[in-house]
Each structure stands twice: as C-alpha cells, then as structure tokens.
C-alpha cells in the first residue's frame, strides 16, 4: 500500500490533472497485485491558488472589496476548465459544480466578513487558505473516475486531528491515526483510491487549521506513517531532490538515494521540494519516502531511507535560506562568565523566535545566531531587556543585528570533522570574493552552515557547488577532499 502525494504544478492544469490520474490508475493496477495493495492520494491545491487566496484575504481585510470577487471567478474558471476537459459525464460535472460553488461562496463570505472587519486573524486566514485544496480533492477524484479508477474525495478536517497553532498546526497522532485508518481503510480494502486535501486539518473540536505553507508533503507522510504504507511518494515537479535547486544552479543533478537526517537539513535550510516536517512520521515508522516527477515518471527520482547510498563524509548537496538576521552579543565582559548563553536563548525562546543556526566565537567574546527578519526586532528589544544591568556595566556592549543575510547549508552525512572540507568552502566562496560573515556546524553530523549576504547567496551556492563537482556523477569527480585541500589531481 503506497501514499501518493501530488503537488501545486502537478495538479496546475487539465493535462497535468490527466498525466496524475494517468500515474494513479498504473500504480492502483500495479498494487492490486501486491499482498496489500491499495493507493491513497493526498493532493495540494492547484499551483497558484493558495497565494491568490491569500492575498485576497489579506487585501479584503485592508478594505479591498472588488479583488476577492474578482479571485473568485478566476479560481470558478480555473477549475471548471479542468472538469470540462476531463469528465463527460453529466451527472459528475454539475455535482463537482455545486461543491465549485460552495466553496466559492464561502470564499466570497468569509472575504466580506473580514472587508467589514477590516481584519485578518490566523484562524480565519486558516479556513480561506484551505479552501483551493478542498476545491483540487473533489476534482482530482472525479477526473479519477471519469478514467475508470474508483475513487473518492476526503476532506481532511475529518481524518487530521492538529492542535490550535493556527498557520502551523502540528497533528496530533493518537486521534489522527483512528480516524484515517477508521475512514480509510475500508476504502483501501475494497480498492477505492480517497484523495484526500493536503495542508489542512481541524482541532478536535472541527475548527479548520492549515499545517504551514507547503505542507502537503507533511500531510502525505502523516497519512502515509498512520497507516503504515509501504511507501510514501511526494510527486513534484523536479527529478527527485536535487543537489542544489535547479532554479539557482541549472546543472545540479539528481541524487538518488539520501538519508532522512540529510533530507532534514536540506528541507530546514530551504529546499523546498520537501516540506521540512516531512521526514518526521516517516522516520518514526522507518517508511521510505520517494520523491519522484509527475512529467517524467519513469525517473526513479530519490529515494529516503536510514541509510544513503555513500558511508559519509562527502557532500551531497547545497542549500540556502534567505530572509534572515545574524544576532550577535558581544563584550568583553562576557569571557568566563557562566549563563550568559543560557540567558540569552531563553530570551529568544520567551518571544517565540525560532533560531536556524548558532556560532560562537571561540575566545566567548560574542555568541551569534540567526533569527528570521520578521522576528529580529522583538528578538533585539528582549535581549536589550535581558541584559540591562551588563550593558550598563558595559560587560556587554554590543546587542545587534545584521539584517538581510542567507545560511548557506552544505549536507552530507558525516561531512562534519572531515578534514578539508571547510577548506573547500571557504577556498570556494573566497574565489569569488563572497564574505562569510559567520560559519557553524549544524547540530547534526550532516550539515555545515554559512552566513553570507542574501545578494551573494545564490553565487556562493553555485561556486560551492561546483569546487565539489555536483554537477558530475560522483565515480567521475576528482577526491573531494584532495579538492578541498588544494591538491589538484593530475
Ligand atoms: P510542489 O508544488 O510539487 O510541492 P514545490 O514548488 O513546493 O513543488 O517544490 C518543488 C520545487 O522545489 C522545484 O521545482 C525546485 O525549484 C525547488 N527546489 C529547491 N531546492 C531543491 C532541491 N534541492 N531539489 C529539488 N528541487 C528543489
Ligand atoms: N497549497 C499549499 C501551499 O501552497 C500546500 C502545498 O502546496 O503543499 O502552501
Ligand atoms: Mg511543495
């Protein structure tokens, strides 16, 4: 029994729409004659519709009463298209056109109410952001059917039990676990594929949340994991995971195998084929996640398990996340006294503030961290609050931050203590000018990070990427570490 996850641009369009149902019907045949066969769908909302429904909400709640009429009439033609092309049957269209106009009704009310409110609060935002994957689920199982596969839609409300953090809802496993197999299971025996929404869940007491933004993926492997699939396949748009995003370095290649700890920090540090909660329930359940491309199915894509396919200490891919701050505290005041870290994470941690990365300078003069933007003011006013008294001795003069910088994350397993190594990154970016404003081993063996300036981001991820040779297979690379070290080859 295998979980399929199909994302934005596979569901984008009416021949994306027949190119999954096309990969669905072979799959459902090919499990039919496994010992336990069966196929859940989990799908996202057709690519685009998420941000216009955000920004409809968000312009009604600034008083714009025209835009989220305007969204609703595209989003009826962006999906009646679709059905138009793809299901003859008559009875099925208008069914699918009276759930079109519910949910567009909806829509519409739910914008009018926060135009009149003139505001916008999570948990409203939660229940218009859900709404393009309760328009894709139905859609997607009735194209299934018009292609002879028995399938049928499932909301997630019903079956993703999540607490109350609105735009960011984590599941809550026992209920959750109950109700998919209670609902979905039956399905599964009697060969019906459900396709389910992606993203949204509801609280115990039904009240709609989103589990973040991207977070299908997370959705499919909380569903794959709770029914102990087979496997759990994330369909996209790219060839599997990639050792750098195609988008910023065109020749990055496709890696075949990883391990759930370094898809975990290329997820965390900003890849974004994968949502970064992702591996969690499939770890949990040892489940082999596979990432694989809904326009070229016949590419094996990369597999997810414990082990990758190399012992460590080679880098497997590039990574980078922008939108970031470096927080630095620093004073001479600061060496030898105990509890000045200690007191400073816990002032981050009292406003929430998530931190990505932490370096510390060796002599305890300063102890650097990296917020994102949005946060790096509350963050500076509570450390400024925190350590009043040390400033006003000047035992710490300096509480600041530096603004508009990316992490650079390098992966691989074992990478960390391998000599050379961050020699070549350095020897990399140094080429090309780029200043390292800070540098830290990530918390796991797989990761080494770097600050740099956001405009050099994308520079210094293709001149890391290619003083290792990503682009080449790996038999045809010269030794990494001779590399690093500056010996060529000859
Ligand atoms: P989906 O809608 O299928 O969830 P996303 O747009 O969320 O797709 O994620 C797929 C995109 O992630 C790719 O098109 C690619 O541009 C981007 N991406 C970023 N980093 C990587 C990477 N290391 N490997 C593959 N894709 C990546
Ligand atoms: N549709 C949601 C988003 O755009 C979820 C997803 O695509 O995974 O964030
Ligand atoms: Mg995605």
């Given at each position: 029994m295998?979980v399929?996850?199909?994302?934005?641009?596979?569901?984008?369009?009416?021949?994306?729409?027949?190119?999954?149902?096309?990969?669905?019907?072979?799959?459902?045949?090919?499990?039919?004659?496994?010992?336990?066969?069966?196929?859940?769908?989990?799908?996202?909302?057709m690519s685009g519709?998420?941000?216009?429904?955000?920004?409809?909400?968000?312009?009604?709640a600034?008083?714009?009463?025209e835009?989220?009429?305007?969204?609703?009439?595209?989003?009826?033609?962006?999906?009646?298209?679709?059905?138009?092309?793809l299901?003859?049957?008559?009875?099925?269209?208008?069914?699918?056109?009276?759930?079109?106009?519910?949910?567009?009704?909806?829509?519409?009310r739910?914008?009018?109410?926060?135009?009149?409110?003139?505001?916008?609060?999570?948990?409203?935002?939660?229940?218009?952001?859900?709404l393009?994957?309760?328009?894709?689920?139905?859609?997607?199982?009735a194209?299934?059917?018009?292609r002879?596969?028995?399938?049928?839609y499932?909301?997630?409300?019903?079956?993703?039990v999540?607490?109350?953090?609105f735009?960011g809802a984590?599941?809550?496993?026992?209920p959750t676990?109950?109700?998919?197999?209670?609902r979905?299971?039956?399905?599964?025996?009697?060969?019906?594929?459900?396709?389910?929404?992606?993203f949204?869940?509801a609280?115990a007491?039904?009240?709609?949340?989103?589990?973040?933004?991207?977070?299908?993926?997370?959705?499919g492997a909380?569903i794959?994991?709770?029914?102990?699939?087979?496997?759990?396949?994330?369909w996209?748009?790219?060839?599997?995971?990639m050792?750098?995003?195609?988008?910023?370095v065109?020749?990055?290649?496709?890696?075949?195998?990883?391990?759930?700890?370094?898809?975990a920090?290329?997820a965390?540090?900003?890849?974004?084929v994968?949502?970064?909660k992702?591996?969690?329930?499939?770890?949990?359940?040892?489940?082999?996640?596979?990432?694989?491309?809904t326009?070229?199915?016949e590419?094996?894509?990369?597999?997810?398990?414990?082990?990758?396919?190399?012992?460590?200490?080679?880098?497997?891919?590039?990574t980078?996340?922008?939108?970031?701050?470096?927080?630095?505290?620093?004073?001479?005041?600061?060496?030898?006294?105990?509890g000045?870290?200690a007191?400073?994470?816990?002032?981050?941690?009292?406003?929430?503030?998530?931190v990505?990365?932490?370096?510390?300078?060796?002599?305890?003069?300063?102890?650097?961290?990296?917020?994102p933007?949005g946060?790096?003011d509350?963050?500076i006013?509570?450390?400024?609050?925190?350590f009043?008294?040390e400033?006003?001795?000047?035992?710490?003069?300096?509480?600041?931050?530096?603004?508009?910088?990316?992490?650079i994350?390098?992966v691989?397993?074992?990478?960390r203590?391998?000599?050379?190594?961050?020699?070549?990154i350095?020897?990399?970016?140094?080429n090309?000018?780029i200043?390292?404003?800070?540098?830290?081993?990530?918390?796991?063996?797989?990761?080494?990070?770097?600050?740099?300036e956001?405009t050099?981001?994308?520079?210094?991820?293709?001149a890391?990427?290619?003083i290792?040779?990503?682009?080449k297979?790996?038999?045809e690379?010269?030794?990494?570490?001779?590399r690093?070290?500056?010996?060529?080859?000859?």
């Open positions: 295998i399929m996850k199909f994302g934005g641009t596979s569901v984008g369009s009416a021949d994306a729409f027949a190119q999954v149902a096309a990969i669905v019907a072979d799959k459902a045949a090919e499990q039919a004659q496994t010992p336990r066969p069966g196929v859940a769908v989990v799908t996202s909302a519709v998420t941000n216009l429904l955000i920004d409809a909400a968000q312009r009604a600034n008083g714009d009463e835009f989220f009429l305007e969204a609703e009439n595209a989003l009826r033609v962006k999906h009646q298209t679709v059905a138009g092309q299901i003859d049957d008559g009875n099925e269209r208008a069914a699918l056109g009276r759930i079109f106009d519910e949910r567009l009704q909806e829509f519409t739910l914008c009018s109410s926060i135009a009149v409110l003139g505001e916008l609060t999570k948990r409203g935002l939660d229940v218009v952001s859900g393009g994957e309760r328009l894709a689920a139905p859609l997607l199982a194209v299934l059917r018009a002879g596969v028995p399938a049928e499932i909301d997630a409300t019903e079956i993703v999540t607490d109350a953090v735009g984590a599941p809550q496993i026992e676990e109950a109700r998919c197999r209670a979905l299971l039956p399905l599964l025996e009697q060969g019906t594929v459900p396709v389910i929404t992606g949204i869940g609280t007491e039904g009240i709609p949340t989103t589990l973040g933004r991207g977070g299908s993926d997370y959705s909380i794959g994991a709770v029914l102990e699939a087979d496997e759990i396949q994330i996209t748009d790219v060839n599997g995971v050792s750098a995003d195609p988008r910023i065109p020749n990055a290649r496709s890696l075949r195998q990883l391990s759930y700890e370094e898809v920090e290329l965390y540090y900003g890849a974004k994968l949502h970064p992702t591996v969690t329930p499939a770890i949990e359940k040892q489940i082999p996640l596979r990432v694989l491309n326009f070229q199915p590419h094996p894509g990369t597999r997810i398990a414990e082990r990758s396919d190399h012992t460590g200490g080679t880098v497997k891919a590039i980078s996340i922008r939108g970031m701050n470096l927080i630095t505290v620093a004073g001479r005041g600061m060496i030898g006294v105990p000045i870290a007191r400073t994470f816990q002032a981050v941690a009292g406003v929430g503030a998530n990505l990365m932490i370096s510390q300078s060796s002599s305890e003069q300063s102890i650097c961290f990296v917020v933007e946060s790096a509350t963050v006013d509570a450390l400024r609050a925190e009043k008294v400033r006003e001795r000047r035992y710490i003069d300096e509480i600041g931050g530096h603004g508009n910088v990316a992490i994350a390098v691989g397993s074992g990478m203590g391998t000599p050379g190594l961050a020699a070549g350095f020897r990399a970016v140094g090309e000018a200043n390292v404003i800070a540098i830290a081993q990530g918390s796991s063996e797989a990761n080494v990070s770097l600050v740099v956001e050099q981001a994308a520079e210094a991820v293709r890391i990427h290619d290792f040779e990503l682009h297979p790996s038999g690379r010269s030794s990494q570490l001779q690093a070290g500056g010996i060529d080859r000859t």
